[in-house]
C-alpha cells in the first residue's frame, strides 16, 4: 500500500504547480485517505469533499490516468487483499463490471490460487509438518468459519490413513478450556484465514504457552496465528466471492494426507480393511 501511495505523491508534486485548489483537495484526501478514497465511488467523493465529479476525473487525468478508475485501481488490489471476504465481495459487486463468465472467473481464480501456493512452500516447513503429524499421539483440527470446515474435513481424511485425530467444535467450551487436557505428544492442526478469528489464534498462542505444538495454514506469513505456530504454510485464497477460496488448501492438505497415507503404509491398510469391514457388517 505504501508504495501505491509514493508513486501517487511523486505524481501529485510533479503537477503541484498546475492543479487547481479544487484538484489539490481531492490530492490531499487521497494522500491522507488512501483506504477510504479506494473503497468509495466518485459520487461518495463528490458529496464528501462539495467538488464536482469533472474536477475529480480531471485530477485523475492530470496525473497521468485515463480517469478516476484507473488512479482508484492504484490502491484497489492491495487494500482488497487485506480486507476479510465479505468486504471484499462488497468492493467487488460494487465496482463496475462487464457481464462475467463466473464458471471461467472462479476457475482461473482458483489455478492462480494454487500455483502462487506451490510456488510459496517451503519443503522444510513442508516435512516438519509430516513429521509432527506422524510422530503426534492425536492430531486436533480448529478453525472458525469455514476454516472450521476445513478443520473437520482435515480430521476425516487424517482418520482415514490412521491417523488419531479429532475436530474440536466451538461451542459450550472455548478452544482454550479444551486445549486444558490435552498432551504435550499431541498436535493442534489451525486453520486460519480472513477475518482471522480471535478464538484460534487465543487457542495457538495458549498451546505455545503449554508447549504444545502447533502447525497452521494460513493466507500470510503476517498473520498473528505464525509466531505462535512451529510450523505454518501459507495458501493463497483470494476470491471474488462471498467467502475465501478454499481450492488451494484442499490441494495441500490432500497433498499432505497422500504423502502420510504412503509413509505409514502399513498402518494405513489396516485402517482401509477395517473401515472395509464395518462397511460390510454394519450396512
Not at 480486507?83 to 462487464?98: A, D, M, N, V
Request: with cysteine.
Amino acid at each position: 500500500m505504501q508504495d501505491k501511495i509514493n508513486n501517487v505523491k511523486r505524481r501529485i508534486q510533479r503537477k503541484l504547480a498546475n492543479l487547481t485548489n479544487s484538484q489539490k483537495t481531492v490530492a490531499n484526501y487521497i494522500v491522507e485517505n488512501p483506504q477510504k478514497f479506494a473503497l468509495c465511488s466518485v459520487r461518495e467523493l463528490e458529496k464528501e469533499l462539495k467538488i464536482s465529479k469533472s474536477s475529480i476525473v480531471r485530477l485523475a487525468q492530470a496525473l497521468g490516468y485515463d480517469g478516476f478508475y484507473e488512479l482508484k485501481s492504484e490502491f484497489l488490489e492491495e487494500i482488497r487483499n487485506n480486507l476479510g471476504p465479505l468486504r471484499r465481495y462488497k468492493t467487488f459487486l460494487s465496482e463496475p463490471h462487464e457481464k462475467l463468465n463466473f464458471t471461467r472467473l472462479i476457475a482461473d481464480e482458483t489455478i492462480n490460487n494454487i500455483q502462487k501456493t506451490l510456488q510459496l512452500i517451503d519443503d522444510a516447513q513442508y516435512k516438519k509438518a509430516l513429521d509432527m503429524i506422524k510422530k503426534a499421539n492425536h492430531v486436533y483440527t480448529i478453525g472458525v468459519g469455514i476454516s472450521s470446515c476445513l478443520a473437520e474435513m482435515a480430521t476425516y481424511l487424517f482418520t482415514r490413513i490412521s491417523i488419531n485425530s479429532s475436530f474440536m467444535t466451538y461451542g459450550a467450551l472455548k478452544f482454550t478450556e479444551q486445549i486444558i487436557n490435552i498432551s504435550k505428544n499431541d498436535v493442534i492442526f489451525a486453520f486460519s484465514f480472513p477475518p482471522y478469528s480471535k478464538e484460534t489464534i487465543e487457542a495457538a498462542r495458549y498451546a505455545k504457552e503449554k508447549t504444545i505444538k502447533v502447525i497452521s495454514i494460513t493466507d500470510k506469513a503476517t498473520s498473528d496465528i505464525v509466531q505462535y505456530s512451529d510450523v505454518f504454510i501459507q495458501a493463497f485464497v483470494e476470491s471474488k466471492t462471498i467467502s475465501n477460496s478454499i481450492m488451494s488448501v484442499l490441494v495441500l492438505l490432500y497433498s499432505m494426507v497422500a504423502q502420510l497415507g504412503d509413509e505409514l503404509k502399513n498402518r494405513t491398510l489396516k485402517t482401509i480393511e477395517a473401515i472395509e469391514h464395518v462397511r460390510k457388517e454394519h450396512s
